[in-house]
């Protein structure tokens, strides 16, 4: 089937391998000192071993305007138009969006629209999967600019890590600080408020169980108990982190779907080697209703 546009993103995706989530990507870099990786050129076992001996914090950074002109004309090139919808990283995290418009700019033989997905990671992932199933349709753009947007008002993103240390040192603490205090010794629950596209504490454990155990009463407060859920387990440095949130959000929640993936390591900077993190949104997808 024609499509009718392409699909681009950025390095703020953390992919599933079962969702539609294969799009072109203007990769983050991941910076230790001098030395300087994009987001494809680091795995996430290299990153951790960077963490574990290299004194040098990390710091990441955005696309540049290249970059993700380069993610348009092969989104382009794949679709076979000249209409290109780009899916960035939340607004209120990165300067990505910004990169994105003078991109297009830099592009006039292209058609660019540019939705800030005002998330990331997995549920920055839902929006791309809904884009491109409509791509991949042959809807129009209108179409699946209307079911990311429903995607993204149904799905919530929450997170626990084991440190706030990494949040803290990339600057990316914010309100979580202000609102744990002095109690950094506990286990915070992270949510990503839509509004503003930016990181609120909603929740706490004291050991980081029992963080796992607080993201999903999060998700069974937001939805309701025994509501079908679509869910996408992240993980940090342990994998089984993913595999015991799944289980438990099963206790409560018949699964429409579910997936797993590791946090890339541009995002694993700033949480820290250990995370886990629950993208989830209730029922079917939109165009399956």
Not at 147 to 175: A, D, H, K, P
Not at 229 to 254: F, M
Not at 257 to 273: D, K
């Amino acid at each position: 089937m024609t499509q009718k546009f392409g699909v681009a993103t950025d390095g703020g995706l953390d992919a599933f391998t079962n969702l539609k989530n294969n799009v072109p990507v203007a990769p983050f870099a991941v910076n230790f000192g001098t030395k300087s990786y994009r987001t494809h050129e680091l795995s996430r076992e290299a990153l951790f071993r960077e963490l574990e001996t290299n004194p040098v914090h990390p710091t990441s950074s955005q696309p540049s305007p290249q970059e993700w002109l380069t993610a348009f004309r092969e989104a382009a090139e794949r679709s076979g138009s000249n209409e290109v919808l780009a899916i960035t990283i939340s607004s209120g995290l990165s300067g990505s969006r910004n990169a994105a418009q003078q991109a297009a700019e830099m592009a006039p033989e292209l058609i660019v629209t540019i939705h800030d997905s005002l998330t990331l990671s997995a549920a920055q992932a839902f929006q791309v999967h809904a884009a491109q199933t409509a791509a991949e349709s042959g809807e129009k753009l209108g179409t699946a600019l209307d079911w990311v947007r429903q995607v993204s008002q149904e799905t919530e993103l929450y997170f626990t890590i084991e440190t706030l240390e990494y949040l803290r040192r990339g600057g990316r603490i914010g309100r979580v600080a202000a609102t744990l205090g002095g109690l950094l010794n506990l286990k915070p629950v992270v949510y990503v408020d839509k509004t503003n596209g930016t990181y609120t504490n909603v929740g706490r454990g004291r050991s980081y169980r029992g963080g796992i155990e607080a993201v999903v009463n999060q998700v069974n407060r937001k939805f309701g108990e025994n509501t079908p859920l679509r869910a996408g387990l992240l993980y940090g440095n342990i994998k089984e982190d993913a595999d015991t949130a799944l289980k438990l959000l099963e206790q409560h929640h018949p699964m429409v779907w579910s997936g797993e993936a590791g946090v890339n390591p541009v995002l694993n900077i700033h949480t820290g080697p250990r995370a886990l993190g629950v993208a989830a949104a209730a029922g079917k997808w939109p165009w399956e209703r």
